[in-house]
């Protein structure tokens, strides 16, 4: 696997990129396929100070079509002094899939702490739009 942290979503296909414009209001985990990448995209919503995060620390191969998903979220701590500014948190990772490696039919996610967020079952979908 071919694992790049994209820093803007120029680069996504045209419809991740309003899939995220769509949802920028609401918290999320979700993944995407789209020819042999796989796109794990994090969103914390729309918050209204700066200091919120997310980030997508692990992909972990456990089985055969089957992958782990580490996240975390981080927040301003009670006290801190944070600017008033509305902002939309977002991680994307963008996977590359090589000949050796499957797509991926079941994913677990979880936390940094090992609690599980959502598990997903994965259906591999050919040029969507």
Not at 17 to 41: A, G, L, P, Q, T
Not at 91 to 108: G, R
Request: glycine residues 4%.
């Amino acid at each position: 696997m071919n694992i790049e942290n994209l820093e803007n979503i120029d680069n996504l296909p045209e419809h991740l990129k309003k899939e995220i414009v769509k949802r920028k209001m609401e918290e999320f985990i979700d993944i995407y396929s789209w020819e042999n990448h796989v796109y794990i995209i994090g969103s914390l919503g729309e918050k209204r100070k700066s200091g919120y995060k997310i980030h997508i620390k692990k992909v972990k191969e456990k089985n055969i079509g089957e992958w782990e998903i580490i996240v975390e979220k981080e927040e301003p701590k009670k006290g801190d002094i944070v600017a008033q500014v509305i902002n939309h948190p977002l991680a994307v990772l963008d996977i590359k899939l090589e000949a050796s490696h499957l797509f991926p039919n079941k994913v677990i996610i979880k936390n940094e702490k090992g609690k599980i967020i959502k598990r997903m079952k994965l259906r591999k979908k050919e040029n969507d739009k």
